[in-house]
């Protein structure tokens, strides 16, 4: 039994280094995954800004930037997706399950690389929300609880995006998928407050899970005049934050399991 789980954690370890060094050869488009948050902060930071109102009167900036580090995690369901799709299409998973190693170690090798990714892409994130004059206002540990709570989101949309992925099994039906990601993050809490929407479209945003990250993150990270919204839901934001990850993994973990030895059959 000791021998089979270092076996399957040496597998998982190969996979992972197998996936990073594909990034490493392929810098393009690890740099075009992180220069898309910063396009958006400049964006509605600084274009859309000006226009936009936070409910009691607080700084947009505090109220965009945990939305902005939300949404990031988000879309990472589109890079999963994508490449796993890419994996089907030229054969690597067949390959792989050709091979004598742990068949979880497939899976949860694209999921370590994908969060090494993520926890890097959402570094340089934070780190663009202080050029632009954001900050965390309710200590270190508070902000490192929020970090955690939106990697907890990004763990959760990785089993979606290699769920979608091998469902999908091309990198171009993935891409068409990738506009169905835009109503998701654009209805939440991340850009708007949900009392400013009308009531029917509110209450989708309310309940959409990405909000209850977004209300953690603002409430952890200290952002004064950002937090918005007195229903249950919005009330209850960080206890929320971690349920929604939780649900959404135990759905989509064992479906993304069983789709997977069901390729070759």
């Known amino acids: 039994m000791i021998a089979r789980l270092q076996w399957g954690v040496y597998d998982t370890w190969t996979i992972t280094r197998r996936d990073l060094i594909t990034w490493v050869i392929n810098p393009v488009r690890v740099v075009g995954e992180l220069v898309f948050p910063i396009m958006f902060v400049l964006l509605?930071?600084?274009?859309?800004?000006?226009?936009?109102?936070?409910?009691?009167?607080?700084?947009?900036r505090d109220f965009l930037m945990p939305g902005i580090f939300a949404m990031t995690m988000a879309f990472g369901i589109g890079n999963t997706m994508t490449v796993v799709a890419t994996d089907i299409e030229r054969g690597v998973m067949d390959r792989?399950?050709?091979?004598?190693?742990?068949?979880?170690?497939?899976?949860?090798?694209?999921?370590?690389?994908?969060?090494?990714?993520?926890?890097?892409?959402?570094?340089?994130t934070i780190?663009?929300?202080?050029?632009?004059?954001?900050?965390?206002?309710?200590?270190?540990?508070?902000?490192?609880?929020?970090v955690l709570l939106l990697l907890l989101l990004r763990f959760a949309c990785l089993w979606i995006g290699i769920y979608l992925g091998l469902i999908v099994g091309s990198p171009e039906a993935a891409g068409a998928i990738w506009g169905l990601l835009f109503p998701f993050t654009m209805v939440t809490s991340a850009f708007v407050a949900p009392e400013l929407m009308p009531d029917w479209l509110g209450f989708l945003a309310e309940w959409n899970p990405l909000s209850s990250t977004v209300g953690a993150a603002r409430e952890l990270f200290g952002n004064v005049g950002a937090e918005t919204g007195s229903s249950w839901i919005a009330s209850n934001a960080v206890l929320m934050a971690a349920v929604w990850p939780l649900v959404i993994t135990a759905i989509f973990l064992p479906l993304s399991v069983r789709r997977?030895?069901?390729?070759?059959?």
Request: with cysteine; charged share 10%; aromatic share 14%.
């Open 96 to 124: 792989f399950r050709s091979l004598p190693m742990a068949p979880s170690a497939i899976v949860a090798g694209r999921c370590s690389a994908d969060m090494v990714n993520s926890f890097l892409g959402l570094l340089i």
């Open 260 to 265: 997977y030895q069901r390729l070759s059959r």
């Open 44 to 60: 509605f930071g600084y274009v859309f800004g000006s226009g936009m109102v936070v409910p009691g009167g607080g700084d947009y």
């Open 127 to 146: 780190a663009c929300g202080l050029v632009v004059g954001w900050s965390w206002h309710d200590g270190l540990l508070n902000a490192l609880f929020a």
